[in-house]
C-alpha cells in the first residue's frame, strides 16, 4: 500500500472509529469522540506536540474500551493497531498511540504510570474535558441509566478511598462518581490551557450538586 497523507490517515481513522461505534452506549459513542478529538486539535494548536499522534489517539482512544469488553485492557490498544497497521502507518507512531491509549483513562492513574509523553498529556486533557462539566454530568448520568444504576442513595456514602479494581467493578449510585471521579480532574490536568478549561466545568457540576441536593434534602 502507498503511504497515505497525514491528512488522509486522520480521514481514514475517523471513518473507522465512526463505523465501529455506531452502537455504542451513548457517552462512549462517535460523538463522545468527535469532542475530544476537537479538544485534542484545541490543544495541541497551544501545546509543542507530534498532532498526528494527538489526533490518532483522540480518536481511537475509545475504540474498544475495557468496561464494554469484559475488563480486558489490551484490547484497545491491539485494535488500534491493528487499523492503524492496515493502513500503513508508521510502527513508532503506532506504538505510541497504543500507548496513549494503555495509559490516559482514569483507572490507570490508580497504577504507576510509567509512560509519559506531551501527546499523552494532551489526550488525557481531551478527554477529561469531556468528562466534566455539562456534558460530564450527561454522560455520568447516560452511563449509569445504561449500568441499570440508582441516581442517588444517600444510605451507600461515596468511597473516596478506591483501589482500582474498586473502581473498575463499582455499582454505586451515579452521584457517588462525581466524587469519586469527577471532581477530582479538575486537579489532575497537565496543561495550562486543560486546567483553565476545567475551572470553568468545575464550577457548573458544583453548581449542579449543590441544586440536586436541594432537592432530594
Not at 491493528?82 to 492513574?109: P, T
Not at 441516581?151 to 468511597?159: E, V
Not at 486537579?187 to 432530594?216: C, I, P, W
Amino acid at each position: 500500500m502507498a503511504t497515505l497523507s497525514n491528512a488522509d490517515i486522520i480521514t481514514k481513522t475517523a471513518q473507522f472509529v465512526k463505523t465501529t461505534l455506531k452502537e455504542a452506549e451513548g457517552g462512549h459513542d462517535w460523538w463522545h469522540i468527535d469532542r475530544v478529538w476537537t479538544n485534542a486539535k484545541h490543544l495541541a494548536q497551544i501545546e509543542t506536540c507530534d498532532k498526528i499522534v494527538v489526533e490518532l489517539a483522540a480518536l481511537l482512544h475509545d475504540i474498544a474500551d475495557s468496561k464494554f469488553h469484559n475488563g480486558d485492557e489490551e484490547i484497545g490498544p491491539a485494535t488500534a493497531g491493528k487499523f492503524l497497521k492496515s493502513i500503513n502507518v508508521d510502527d513508532a507512531v503506532i506504538e505510541h498511540v497504543q500507548q496513549i491509549i494503555r495509559n490516559m483513562s482514569f483507572k490507570a492513574s490508580f497504577g504507576n504510570v510509567s509512560f509519559h509523553s506531551p501527546e499523552l498529556a494532551i489526550v488525557q486533557d481531551a478527554d477529561r474535558l469531556d468528562a466534566i462539566g455539562a456534558i460530564g454530568i450527561a454522560r455520568a448520568f447516560t452511563y449509569g441509566g445504561f449500568k441499570d444504576r440508582e441516581i442517588y442513595n444517600p444510605t451507600i456514602p461515596p468511597n473516596l478511598n478506591m483501589t482500582k479494581e474498586q473502581y473498575k467493578n463499582t455499582t454505586a449510585p451515579t452521584i457517588n462518581h462525581f466524587y469519586e471521579k469527577l471532581l477530582l480532574l479538575k486537579d489532575k490536568m497537565n496543561t495550562a490551557t486543560g486546567k483553565k478549561l476545567a475551572r470553568q466545568r468545575h464550577t457548573f457540576m458544583e453548581s449542579f450538586l449543590e441544586q440536586f441536593y436541594q432537592e432530594v434534602q
